[in-house]
């Protein structure tokens, strides 16, 4: 078992970005949408006021400045993307690290369903020095093990997984072969997919890295015909996030 695994939460805004940093968590994945779409690129403003949230909070040897990660995806569906749409995502790449990130998520994939080689390459070099993580259209490749392969020689830092399954917790067998071949490729295993506080002890008992989750509730405010109905919007619940970090804490501690 790890003796450190990273806490990371997607948000969606400052305050969830706050709540990150209270509950100790090493990263945080921005992006909008999360519920309706799987998450899609946030606008230029919003990683700006992240950012600065994040650059606000006392770090200590144990809970170090936060780290804000983008999501690049230019629109909701799959993974293949168009020449205009790979060239939309450099630039949103180029322009987060600009901004000061510390790192962009991205996924690309061929028509085939493998990693596509050529625009994620393009992808990461955009990244110059910042982390990537290739995120979950890892899911839908046939071969992940391969892939893994592929992403390491490709320089991505880690690939965030639920081991193909809907939900990280029922995908721990092949979570467990990723973490396995990682540990010759130097890439990280992060886990995420419907994760809850529950489901921590059992994903850091196979070896992941990391462990992503939102975290997050709705809250109810109609928004009519024209605002999406009644939808609502989404928001960091503090208390959904002190219990997967108090999780955390519990299970990769004597």
């Known amino acids: 078992m790890p003796s450190r695994v990273a806490l990371e939460l997607a948000v969606q805004d400052p305050a969830g970005a706050v709540i990150a940093a209270d509950v100790g968590a090493r990263r945080v994945e921005l992006c909008t949408a999360l519920g309706a779409t799987g998450g899609i690129t946030p606008s230029a403003a919003l990683l700006e006021a992240v950012i600065d949230a994040a650059a606000v909070v006392p770090s200590s040897d144990s809970a170090p400045i936060l780290e804000v990660h983008v999501l690049v995806r230019p629109r909701p569906g799959g993974f293949v993307y168009s020449p205009?749409?790979?060239e939309l995502m450099l630039r949103e790449v180029v322009l987060a690290v600009d901004a000061g990130a510390d790192g962009v998520v991205v996924g690309a994939l061929t028509p085939s369903g493998t990693v596509d080689v050529a625009r994620t390459r393009d992808l990461v070099?955009?990244?110059e020095d910042a982390e990537v993580t290739f995120h979950r259209a890892l899911d839908v490749v046939p071969d992940p093990l391969a892939a893994l392969d592929v992403l390491a020689e490709l320089g991505v830092a880690r690939v965030l997984t639920s081991g193909?399954?809907?939900r990280a917790a029922d995908g721990l067998d092949r979570l467990a072969a990723l973490v396995e071949r990682s540990a010759e490729l130097g890439i990280e295993?992060?886990?995420g997919g419907g994760v809850t506080a529950a489901d921590i002890p059992a994903l850091v008992?196979?070896?992941v890295d990391a462990v992503h989750l939102s975290a997050k509730r709705t809250v109810a405010d109609a928004g009519g015909?024209?605002?999406g109905g009644d939808a609502g919007y989404e928001v960091t619940d503090q208390t959904l996030?002190?219990?997967a970090a108090g999780a955390l804490r519990t299970t990769v501690e004597p």
């Open 84 to 86: 205009a749409e790979h």
């Open 125 to 127: 070099a955009a990244a």
């Open 164 to 166: 193909g399954a809907a």
């Open 189 to 191: 295993i992060m886990a």
């Open 205 to 207: 008992g196979v070896g």
């Open 225 to 227: 015909p024209g605002g």
């Open 241 to 243: 996030a002190e219990a």
